[in-house]
């Protein structure tokens, strides 16, 4: 009954259209935990809602031991226990370094305390050398390596992650699939994450969930899910597997 | 001038114990045509020197002097509507009322002059004349001491000017003489702003002389039993000093070295 | 106190009358800012657009001219239309003073720096993607330049509502340049003056209030260009 | 057209001449529009960002009547301001007429509605990223408007010059309120008007060239706050 | 010699640092080809540059059989005839629509033409379901998808791809990779893409250009250099072929 997050009844529309309907979700914690699916099948809403980014139309949710009442000292309490990589990777105007830093001083984390976790998060992405450039000038795969640095640099309990090597080179990606597997080992970190790379989320996750138009349809052990997925739609999806 | 001279020595005796009042704020609502003249230029630091006060000049139009007596915003009026002044005072706000000085208004028209008017000694035949010929006219039709005396004038003919060429424009005098050079028109000004103002615009005299077109100035101060804290005692300073034998003086030299002639005739009694 | 209220109530008494000399001098107070603001617009959104996107010497001299120009005196606007329009002036012969087309010459004066700098500050402030994304598609630089005026909606229409607030509130401008006439160039701005240097508070509130009703109103029909085109009011929105 | 080359040496001269009224004037008018920028933006960039960001009943509404206040006229400012304070009126004992505190309160009723709305715009045009990135990094709800604010930056410059021009070359309050006494509340506006008054075109144009170049200082003053904040400068370019 | 690009000695420098510098580089056109490097190495910026977005610092460029003298004519000339999907994605304020339909506007394309166009593109990618949604409101795929349509909408001679499946998903991507291969073979369409997909970039481009640091340090037909590249660096990178 310890589950990082339980969702009930969870849903969401936009105009006439539902993007988002949850029956039931819950995910343990401590794990990597994929969540899968088509373009447009809702993974991105389920990640603002579960990190309180957008209000559910309906239902309940549980998060980290608390029932969510979307009190204003509730949502920065839990905000602040989570991290997420967006898809855009946004970068604020303004170096990286103070991109790194964001998250430290809204902690009022103290000055010298906040260089060095900025400067570790750097150093481990590689991307120390850009540190007093303007982060809006980086390139696509060197912004998304500052955004990971930046939601380490808070050294959430849940990590959320949107595709987070979409766009960054095989190496690196490789490398950050190392860190990813490290910290969720070492320091215990609850990952989840979206991506598209079936490779990617069989290397690295334990659990899988496979969303189709707004619903969870499938989930289960990462290997089993692969190897005997009982929904049509999701082996026709794993067989797109071939693609890469 | 020379007979100035015997009055220097007591001047120069009182500068020396210029007296330092309790309450040396002293706000004066005035008329324009005071402050554009530039007579209160001219006075403001000898009356500072003599009394101690401290005056502060603002200078807007009659009504709105009257206006900020009655708000108790100010000490003390230096106006020009007799009619207004008589109901301020009547009505509480005002005492102490004196007549300071006079001026008289003129009719100033274009040089070539399409009404015919140029030297009319009856004001009431030149006003038929200009309404006969249509001849713009520019009213500052803004309630103020000028627009009232143009109003009677026009009683007095019988006259309700109305038509193209009566045009009301709502402003101060130094503008409504600015807007009737520019229209080539005639308009009814005081002495004071046209020698003060003449040599900027090609506006000339037309009309002048005729009793009914006399401009005389009242003070007031304002009323403490209305207002508590009013300056009452500056007021009266002011007051005495304008209808004292300096004030007069001065007045009725200012602007003879600068345009020849008088501006105001001093008229305390 | 007192004044406050009955301003009030002869403001809602004149809007109810509709009294034909106000109702003129409304008319010709919108006819004249209106006018003004949609030739400062023609003008100030396209050179506004220029100063932020082109590349010359002297670019950004010629910007914080224009910044230091939304700090024109309306006075002195209006003295010098006057000096230009008046006979002795070098376009006298038009005989344009005192008339309602010399009051728009002098608010456009008035409202161009103010469109025109703020159309500019919103052009730059957007993503270097519009232009691309445009230009890959096979935009000529002015449909580019069309492209990122387009996105720039929200900070155009914030520049002429706010030159609109600022002519349709003007009078240093109208009054010396118009000479309130009565009848002819009388708006509501120099009629608050009047009624003000008359002594008659009541009656310029009143006047005030029928004026803040048009802005109101003119300010609707500007934000409601922006409806048109924005199917959904999209702006950030924080949770 | 003499006039105005009369005017521009006269100008040139008074501001060389440094003659004490002069620098007495200009000092009252900066310190008195500065001072009410300041107060206008410390109410005003908060303000607008609430109505930017907050959901409420009547927050639309509110939006429009602060666009609909960006024409509130200076005179109408000043009347209101005059009744409240006057000495009948509810501040009375204060005894503020006539003084700088008065002018100063005057010009941030008029200067208010410019920053909050200009604000309000700025605030609303960000992407819904800048909250979201806050947020997910555990920013409470006013660090991450904090953040909307700074990126914001751009427009809310743009407001703050936007509501010094307005200010600076603002009269009819000054002058109602202020009462344009020489030596203690006459500022470079009512200069200009007295010496329009007066005829002295010339005169009133070479205060209005002083105006300017104090208005072009402040303007770079205002506009240095940005590049102390862009390290290059950040615009949208076409090639 | 009627190589559709030619550079000669092109760089460019952002401050100190030169992020591109290319000696030499000859594109012959008609073929599918694919940049390949690690983040930051000046893939994009090449692209900027080719696709006459960006002013190059130094050098010289034949495009399209013309010397590029930057004379405005000559830029909406060469632009005319190219394509590109950023890596952003970047979507105008409005609908699904007006953004496919933007490039066919520009060229004064009759009315009903461009509405066959842009359902024709749309259909293609699968979105027709949002033709009338606003474009910024779509999830990353699916706006990947609309920039996709959009670029394919002007039917150009060159088309320039940076990343353009790095958002979509696995049958997604495949059937946009049939299609890519589609109009190269069947419309003489050149297709230059940047992808970190090392497979997708061998399934689908002939001939290679492997950047590092701002240098194209190895080219080749595709086979070749992943079977038996010459340095290094490339090497090592296509080892990273292991993360997918
Ligand atoms: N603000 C919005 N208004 C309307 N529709 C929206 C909005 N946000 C998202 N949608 C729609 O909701 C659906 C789900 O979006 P979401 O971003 O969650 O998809 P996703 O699973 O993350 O897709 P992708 O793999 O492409 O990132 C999409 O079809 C999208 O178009
Ligand atoms: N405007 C700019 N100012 C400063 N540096 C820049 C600018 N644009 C790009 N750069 C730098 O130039 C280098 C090359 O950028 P480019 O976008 O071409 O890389 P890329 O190869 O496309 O990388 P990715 O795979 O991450 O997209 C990067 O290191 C980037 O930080
Ligand atoms: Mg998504
Ligand atoms: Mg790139």
């Keep these: 009954m310890n589950a990082e997050f339980k969702l009930f009844n969870i849903s969401k529309s936009y105009g006439q259209r539902e993007v988002l309907n949850i029956d039931n979700l819950e995910i343990g914690g401590g794990r990597i935990y994929c969540i899968l699916g088509p373009n447009g099948a809702g993974k991105t809403t389920l990640f603002r809602i579960m990190s309180l980014l957008t209000l559910n139309d309906t239902g309940k949710m549980h998060i980290l031991g608390e029932e969510v009442t979307w009190q204003k000292s509730q949502v920065v309490r839990l905000r602040r226990q989570m991290a997420m990589v967006t898809q855009t990777s946004f970068m604020f105007e303004g170096s990286v370094y103070y991109n790194v830093a964001y998250g430290l001083r809204v902690r009022k984390t103290a000055a010298a305390e906040e260089k060095r976790i900025v400067n570790e998060s750097l150093e481990l992405l590689g991307m120390m050398d850009f540190i007093n450039q303007q982060a809006r000038n980086l390139s696509g795969g060197e912004r998304q390596k500052v955004a990971i640095a930046r939601a380490l640099a808070v050294k959430p309990r849940v990590l959320f992650l949107d595709e987070p090597t979409s766009n960054i080179d095989p190496a690196s990606a490789l490398d950050i699939e190392h860190y990813i597997q490290y910290i969720n080992k070492e320091m215990g970190t609850t990952i989840i994450m979206v991506t598209h790379n079936l490779f990617q989320a069989r290397r690295l996750s334990e659990e899988i969930f496979f969303m189709w138009e707004g619903r969870i349809i499938e989930k289960g052990e990462t290997q089993k899910l692969f190897d005997n997925a009982q929904d049509k739609r999701t082996r026709s999806f794993i067989k797109g597997e071939i693609v890469f | ?269 | 106190m007192d004044v406050i209220w009955q301003g009030l109530k002869e403001g809602f008494l004149l809007i109810v009358a509709m009294d034909p000399e106000l109702v003129h001098i409304t008319l010709l107070s919108i006819q004249v800012s209106v006018s003004a603001l949609l030739l400062a617009a023609i003008m100030g959104i396209p050179l506004g657009t220029v100063l932020a996107l082109k590349e010359f010497p002297g670019r950004k001299t010629l910007l914080n001219i224009t910044y230091t120009f939304m700090g024109l005196p309306p006075v002195l606007a209006g003295l010098l239309v006057f000096l230009f329009l008046s006979t002795s002036g070098p376009f006298g012969y038009f005989q344009l003073m005192f008339t309602p087309t010399a009051m728009i010459i002098a608010q456009v004066l008035l409202g161009f720096p103010i469109v025109c700098g703020l159309t500019a500050r919103a052009v730059m402030a957007q993503p270097q993607e519009v232009f691309d994304t445009a230009a890959t598609l096979g935009a000529t630089r002015r449909q580019a330049s069309w492209a990122i005026i387009r996105e720039s909606r929200m900070g155009i229409i914030a520049a002429l509502t706010t030159a609109l607030g600022r002519l349709i509130a003007e009078v240093g401008a109208v009054m010396m340049v118009g000479g309130n006439i009565k009848g002819e160039t009388r708006v509501l701005t120099t009629s608050i003056v009047l009624e003000t240097r008359m002594g008659n508070d009541s009656s310029a509130l009143a006047i005030g209030m029928v004026l803040l009703l048009i802005a109101f109103l003119i300010m609707l029909l500007i934000l409601s260009l922006e409806k048109r085109t924005f199917t959904d009011e999209r702006r950030i929105q924080i949770v």
Tied chains: 1, 5.
């Design chain 2, 1 to 269: 001038g020379n007979q100035a001279e015997p009055e220097k020595t007591p001047d120069k005796v009182a500068e020396q114990v210029t007296p330092t009042p309790d309450n040396p704020k002293l706000k004066l609502a005035t008329t324009t045509s005071t402050q554009d003249s530039g007579l209160l230029d001219v006075l403001k630091p000898e009356f500072e020197k003599d009394t101690g006060y401290n005056l502060e000049i603002i200078a807007v139009g009659t009504g709105a002097a009257i206006n900020m007596g009655e708000k108790g915003d100010v000490d003390v009026l230096l106006v020009h509507s007799r009619k207004a002044e008589d109901e301020f005072v009547a009505a509480g706000y005002g005492v102490n009322r004196k007549d300071v000085m006079y001026n008289d208004f003129l009719i100033v028209g274009p040089e070539n002059d399409p009404a015919g008017i140029k030297g009319e000694k009856d004001i009431v035949v030149a006003m038929k004349k200009i309404v006969d010929t249509k001849s713009t006219f520019v009213s500052r039709g803004d309630d103020s001491g000028t627009h009232k005396k143009e109003k009677s004038v026009w009683d007095k003919a019988g006259i309700t000017p109305q038509g193209d060429w009566y045009k009301s424009v709502g402003k101060g005098m130094g503008d409504t003489f600015r807007m009737a050079n520019e229209m080539k028109a005639y308009t009814l000004i005081d002495r004071a702003t046209f020698l003060a103002l003449k040599d900027k615009y090609q506006l000339v005299p037309v009309v002048e002389g005729d009793a009914s077109l006399l401009n005389p100035y009242g003070v007031i101060a304002i009323s403490k039993d209305k207002y508590p804290n009013t300056n009452l005692e500056g007021a009266n300073a002011f007051i005495d000093w304008m209808v004292s034998e300096k004030g007069q003086k001065m007045i009725g030299e200012y602007g003879v070295d600068k345009y020849g002639q008088q501006l105001f005739v001093p008229d305390a009694k």
